[in-house]
Each structure stands twice: as C-alpha cells, then as structure tokens.
C-alpha cells in the first residue's frame, strides 16, 4: 500500500442515525460540527486498515476496513458518504460531509477519500446533491406526511435500513482504560467483530507465542497505553 496517499482529511460534518425518535421536531440525525482549532473534525484511515473520526481528543468513531464488504457498504453523494454497518444482524447508519473552502475543494477531498476506500471494499456512487444533513418540514405537511418524509429522506431508501444500534462516542482515554483493565465498559457491537475467520485465531497466536519477539512487543503496547492515560 503507497504510504503517500493522503490519509487525513477534515470534514465539515459527521452524524449518526438515531431510529426510533417520537418528536416531529427533533432531527433523527446526532450531529457533530466541525470547528476552527482543537474541535475540528478529522477522518483518518491509518496503515493497519482503521477508520477513525475524531474530535479533538475524543474518538466519534472507529471501525476496521480489513474484511470490510461482509459488513459494510459505503454509498457516495456528491461530497457525503453514507456508510450502512451490519453485524450479527443488527444496522447502523453515519455520514460524513467533507470540508473545504468552497464545493469542488470539499468534493475533491471526498473524492480522495474514496480512492482510498476502494483499497478495502467498492464504493457506490449516485448523482445529485445528499439530502439534507438538518431538516425543516413544509408548512403545508401533515404531522404524519412529515414523519414519513423526514424517515425516508434522511435515513436513505436506496440503502435499505434494518435494525439499527446506537453508538455514543468514546474518548482515548476511556478505551484505553477499558483494555487496560481499569474500567468497565459496554462496547458497542461493532467492536466485538473480528476479522479473523473461524478457526484463523489458534494459528495465529501460536504464531505471536513462538516469535521471541512478541513478549517484548506486548510489554511496549501495555507502556504506550499507560502513556496515553498521562496525556
């Protein structure tokens, strides 16, 4: 893998779909909005095939890309992608919007974004501009009309929704308390798949157990994380 390809880029906006929302009013869109300095949005895509997105210290998003088309499909849209994630048969759906200074700038960006995505799984395309990442329902809509409209519109027909799991984010510094050992957590979903297929694990940690090397490799991870804790 060229490791000048670009791996970073801001991006405007990144949102999560929450299903089950009651309120008319309220947008079934959790939002997060990039800002100027410390809470800018970052995309990441990192050597070992991770996905990251991040916001100043706290981490919005994580999910690795190796095995990646068994249980995730990437949708683009002008300058948003539409990411649908499946595992043990539950759903969720986030988008981001690439940042730029002005609109070819922020499709550029995503389309760079993509570039590097196809590396692991296919990207779909389709035409004409994302709806809308906020909505305002029209004045002559039915409470009824608008909820239907508002599901349809945002959660994306084409992408079929299923059932569907709410992901709160995590910072650094609690994920790394938690696989350290000194904070309970209830991981989301996603962090309970592994890439391995059956029956790949045992092979590979006699692998990592006869390398006289890997003792040594999980002392230095322990002290990194440790690390990490100070920062």
């Known amino acids: 893998m060229a490791t000048a390809q670009k791996s970073i880029w801001k991006l405007k906006r990144f949102g999560r ?15 997060f909005e990039s800002n ?48 649908r994630v499946t595992v043990k048969g539950e759903s969720r759906l986030m988008r981001m919007q690439f940042g730029g200074s002005c609109r070819a700038e922020s499709l550029e960006e995503c389309r760079s974004a993509v570039l590097r995505l196809k590396e692991y799984l296919p990207v779909s395309s389709q035409g004409g501009a994302p709806p809308p990442l906020s909505y305002s329902p029209a004045p002559n809509q039915t409470p009824t009309e608008t909820t239907t409209l508002h599901q349809q519109t945002l959660a994306g027909e084409t992408m079929g929704l299923g059932p569907e799991v709410t992901q709160g984010s995590l910072s650094v510094k609690h994920l790394t308390q938690h696989f350290l050992g000194e904070r309970g957590l209830s991981l989301p979903l996603l962090y309970n798949h592994c890439v391995l297929q059956h029956g790949e694990m045992e092979p590979f940690l006699r692998l990592c157990l006869l390398d006289p090397s890997f003792p040594a490799f999980v002392e230095e991870v322990e002290g990194e994380l440790r690390r990490l804790l100070q920062d």
């Open 36 to 83: 100027e300095g410390a809470d800018e949005l970052i995309l990441t895509i990192v050597e070992s095939g991770h996905m990251l997105v991040s916001q100043g210290q706290e981490l919005l998003e994580g999910l690795s890309l190796l095995n990646s088309p068994s249980f995730l499909k990437v949708q683009q849209k002008s300058d948003t992608l539409l990411f």
């Open 17 to 31: 779909f929450l299903p089950g929302s009651k309120d008319i009013c309220k947008n079934p869109w959790k939002m």
